[in-house]
């Protein structure tokens, strides 16, 4: 996995490259992360978050579209660290997240757009690998995932070695 890379010199390396335009805050304790995408859409409801994270991450990058509420919190420690345990290398979430100040010390990368105390209901709801509008652009899992802390790139093309 590439350890350190800059979003702006691959943006300008790659012109194909698409940025995920939001005010990202990061949450993670990893600055820098990369990985393959597996997209989720979900609203206030993150049993599908939770499921995925207890299934081996194999240095993957979960995007999910949370409809940008603010409302409930899509991530919390306890899930951070299920998937720092099974090896996700991070997660980009349109909407929010909590437990931060645990979440900054897991060898984990998070962008999300805020945070709330508020946890989520399980309805069992939730979609995975559909392609997802994040930003004005489309994810689709198997994408390329490059996030620092000027923002994230997706790409249907590997930038970096993995």
Known sequence: ?????????????????????????????????????????????????????????????????GGCSL????????????AVENGWSGLVIAGAVRDVEILATLALGVKALGACPQKTDKRGEGQRDLPIDIGGTTVRSGDYVYADRNGVLVSAEALLPL
């Open 71 to 82: 409302r409930r919190a899509l991530l919390g420690d306890q899930l951070a660290a299920k």
């Open 1 to 65: 996995m590439a350890d350190s890379f800059s979003t702006p010199d691959l943006a300008d390396s790659a012109p194909d490259a698409r940025a995920l335009i939001h005010a990202w805050r990061d949450f993670g304790g990893v600055d820098n992360f990369t990985g393959v995408a597996v997209t989720v859409k979900c609203f206030e409801d993150n049993s599908l978050v939770k499921e995925l994270v207890q299934q081996p991450g194999e240095g993957r990058v979960m995007v999910v579209d």
